[in-house]
């Protein structure tokens, strides 16, 4: 069972910037696809950028150009760096990974975009 562990959310002003990790308790090598999605309150969470094995990424509109998404597999670490981060940011931010068919989420992180 491969566990995932966030970390990195909090409280950031508008324009602001953090980076997210999300370490994975095996080796995410074999991994075919890791993401970030989110959750804000009352919508549908949904799906931030996501990042293949060969290192191909993919972003969503909302986010693209201020959000950069990278994997370390000697880490076993994925990252989200965030900038110029706007309200509509703010939501929980999971991680999820694709390994061996089988799909892990990681339990959340809070981040919260207010002045």
């Known amino acids: 069972q491969v566990q995932l562990v966030e970390s990195g959310g909090g409280l950031v002003q508008p324009g602001g910037s953090l980076r997210l990790s999300c370490a994975a308790s095996e080796s995410i090598f074999s991994s075919k696809f890791m993401g970030w999605y989110r959750q804000a309150p009352g919508k549908q969470r949904e799906l931030v950028a996501s990042?293949?094995?060969?290192?191909?990424?993919n972003y969503a509109d909302s986010v693209k150009g201020r959000f950069t998404i990278s994997r370390d597999n000697a880490k076993n670490t994925m990252y989200l760096q965030m900038n110029s981060l706007k309200p509509e940011d703010t939501a929980v931010y999971y991680c999820k990974a694709l390994i061996l068919s089988r799909q892990y989420w990681g339990q959340g992180t809070q981040v919260t975009v207010s002045s």
């Open positions: 990042i293949t094995s060969g290192g191909s990424t």
